[in-house]
């Protein structure tokens, strides 16, 4: 079965999306699905977190809907001041997966206009790669890393892209540092639905699979149910083109998707 390993329900503080409804969409485009609740500490500050969710609260609710086709996991944001908390929160309740993010720079929500003002492209999406380069190294437990391309869904600049021909070196850091981790890449599909974003991406897996990456999960991020499932057609296209094997876990392990 192929999995949606990707999505936010309603213990996301940014979602709304009933676990039913959610399930119900996944099945109807026969998919698997994993829930991947956002886990953001030390935003806006530590003591005031707003992306924060309750592990035995979520385990209780959702343990028994547990099955073949659908997973528990969460989303970790990655910080260097959250190292700790992080790895306390991943070890709270068995999580199936643990994919992990870069949503804040200097503390600032990279989806909000202000976390990009006063600075350049070049320097900041250099900072960005190398950030996350760092927080893979200091998250070694984790199994995915979500949305190399976040940056680029809400920067103000004339071309957003994380175009690999301007930022290889920063890029080929981050691949690395995944591949020697074991850490597998997730193709998200938030972008894949115009050819510029195919365009732009296509070349960041195919370095993946020269640098030896293997397998990549494939995640919707959905927050609606509606998105479920979206664009999977274009990134199975993307994995089959650089002979990478879609992958989803289950009990912190690695399992092939049947139809890939």
């Known amino acids: 079965m192929l999995f949606d390993s990707h999505s936010h329900t309603v213990f996301s503080a940014d979602s709304e999306m009933p676990a039913e409804e959610a399930l119900a969409a996944a099945r109807a485009k026969g998919l698997g699905l994993v829930f991947t609740e956002h886990c953001d500490y030390d935003y806006p500050a530590a003591g005031e977190e707003t992306f924060l969710f309750d592990p035995d609260a979520y385990w209780a609710a959702y343990e028994p809907l547990r099955s073949a086709g659908l997973s528990l996991g969460v989303e970790m944001g990655m910080m260097e001041s959250a190292r700790e908390k992080n790895a306390a929160f991943a070890a709270r309740v068995p999580f199936d997966f643990v994919l992990a993010s870069i949503h804040f720079l200097r503390v600032k929500d990279l989806y909000h206009p202000e976390a990009y003002e006063g600075r350049e492209k070049g320097e900041m999406y250099r900072e960005y790669f190398s950030v996350m380069r760092a927080e893979i190294y200091a998250h070694p437990y984790i199994n995915a ?35 020697e981790t074991e850490t597998v890449i997730e193709i998200n599909t938030r972008r894949l639905g115009t050819a510029r974003g195919i365009k732009e991406l296509a070349p960041v897996y195919r370095r993946y699979r020269e640098l030896g990456g293997r397998h990549v999960t494939i995640g919707s991020d959905a927050h609606v149910p509606a998105a479920v499932g979206a664009y999977f057609d274009r990134a199975l296209d993307l994995a089959h083109a650089f002979d990478l094997r879609v992958v989803t876990f289950r009990e912190r392990k690695l399992r092939i998707c049947s139809c890939c």
Do not use: C, K, Q, T
């Open 145 to 179: 890393l979500a949305h190399i391309d976040y940056i680029a869904r809400s920067a103000p600049f004339e071309n957003p892209e994380i175009s690999y021909g301007d930022f290889a070196d920063e890029i080929d850091a981050v691949l690395r540092a995944l591949v």
